[in-house]
């Protein structure tokens, strides 16, 4: 059902009420990764965990991502989206209870349904504006995605001040995300029982999953899926320390981070309306990429201020707007709702199994090299990848 197409009145007022739905979605799919690597010095000390299991703490939803993605798109053909996403709120409710106990066979278990709660909404969210929205996708994929961002943000901001100026300690600084989950909760109970006819026309439209991992395009958008978050969490994990190599002290370098992220936000905005008015998106792709390039380039033979800021703002363009590019692609590749499921699915799975070695990969060549020069080398190459797999997936074909 496309609800661009909604008469005023009621439906008018169901259709609003399905973008704050879709909006307290995206606030629950970073909050209770990002709100955790500015804590784990607390917990380290409070649990008694070493650095590598302090490590495995903050890889592990991303493991989970990998493992469950291709299993959301079967679980949604059975329950339909809505159900299915419903769901994951209440699994990411549990997980963040238990990760709020201080022992570490609930911190990791409760990590677990974390992950597993987000993998949900992670390939749902696309499926479900392309099925809602198929007129609009564009628009609704940038709204989405600088929601998702910003909370991303709030969340590694303000939880140590949580835990510490409001006396609420790492568990509570946790817990506290629980509020957003219990109203997407409520707004989405509502949704489900005003939209019984459109789950029943969605169980009815099926699409077998198997069929999408033989198909060559969506390969495409899934390595375009991995090659860009490879870049992401690497420059996520590396990025402080590659700049304080170059003579920046850290706490400048984590400011720089932070600059980064949010200099992706208005591509983040941007890239997916553009995306959705063209029926190429070859062109977008290709700047992209070469914003890629040129910054990881600027990182590794620049040495002065402003190529290094100068650098930093197109990681932070290129970041913010492959993110919300490939999510574009999931709806703009796909003919319906189930088949952006199944490619959903599919492109985070293999996505989110590249993002999971990056860091470890990058580091990798760090130990054997001691300097940074290999591994940024590494970095543009995979910035071609992306170029190179986001322009043929680009194409107006579908899956």
Same mark, same amino acid.
């Not at 392309?130 to 969340?155: C, D, H, I, R, W």
């Not at 650098?311 to 703009?332: D, M, P, Q």
């Given at each position: ?209 198997? !069929?999408?991992?033989?198909?060559? /395009? #969506?390969?495409?958008?899934? =390595? @375009?899926? +991995?090659?860009?978050?490879? &870049?992401?969490? %690497? ?112 492109? !985070?799975?293999?996505?989110?199994? /590249? #993002?999971?070695?990056?860091? =470890? @990969?990058? +580091?990798?060549?760090?130990? &054997?090299?001691? %300097? ?28």
């Amino acid at each position: 059902m496309d609800l661009t197409k909604s008469k005023a009145g009621p439906r008018s007022a169901y259709l609003y009420l399905f973008i704050i739905g879709i909006v307290l979605i995206a606030f629950n799919l970073r909050p209770g990764i990002t709100s955790i690597g500015p804590l784990i010095g607390m917990i380290k000390r409070d649990v008694g965990l070493t650095h590598w299991s302090a490590g495995l703490l903050m890889s592990l939803p991303l493991v989970v991502f990998a493992i469950i993605s291709p299993l959301v798109p079967k679980i949604a053909a059975r329950l339909t989206n809505e159900r299915a996403l419903l769901i994951g709120l209440v699994v990411l409710i549990i997980g963040i209870s238990m990760r709020s106990i201080p022992m570490a066979f609930f911190l990791f278990c409760g990590t677990l349904f974390v992950g597993a709660g987000i993998t949900l909404g992670n390939v749902l969210l696309p499926a479900v504006v392309k099925e809602k929205f198929p007129q609009k996708f564009g628009l609704m994929t940038s709204v989405y995605s600088v929601s998702l961002g910003l909370m991303a943000s709030l969340a590694s901001g303000v939880s140590v001040p949580f835990a510490t100026k409001l006396n609420l300690g790492w568990q509570g600084a946790q817990f506290v995300w629980v509020i957003p989950a219990i109203l997407a909760i409520i707004v989405w109970t509502f949704l489900l029982k005003s939209n019984q006819k459109s789950q029943q026309v969605q169980m009815q439209a099926g699409f077998k999953s198997p !069929q999408m991992w033989r198909s060559p /395009l #969506a390969w495409q958008v899934a =390595l @375009f899926f +991995g090659c860009q978050s490879f &870049l992401f969490y %690497v420059t996520i994990s590396w990025l402080p320390e590659i700049l304080h190599s170059q003579g920046m002290s850290l706490e400048t370098a984590g400011w720089m981070l932070a600059f980064t992220q949010i200099v992706g936000l208005p591509a983040s905005f941007i890239v997916p309306v553009l995306a959705g008015r063209y029926q190429s998106q070859v062109w977008i792709a290709f700047t992209l990429g070469m914003c890629s390039i040129l910054g990881y380039s600027g990182l590794l033979f620049g040495s002065s201020y402003p190529i290094l800021i100068i650098s930093i703002v197109l990681i932070g363009i290129v970041l913010g707007g492959s993110f919300t590019l490939v999510l574009s692609y999931i709806g703009l590749r796909a003919r319906n709702g189930t088949q952006a499921a199944a490619l959903s699915g599919m492109a !985070q799975s293999t996505g989110y199994i /590249l #993002a999971a070695i990056g860091p =470890l @990969f990058i +580091g990798y060549l760090y130990d &054997l090299t001691h %300097v940074w020069t290999t591994p940024l080398i590494a970095l543009i190459v995979v910035s071609f990848l992306v170029m190179i797999f986001s322009m043929i997936a680009g194409r107006n074909r579908y899956v």
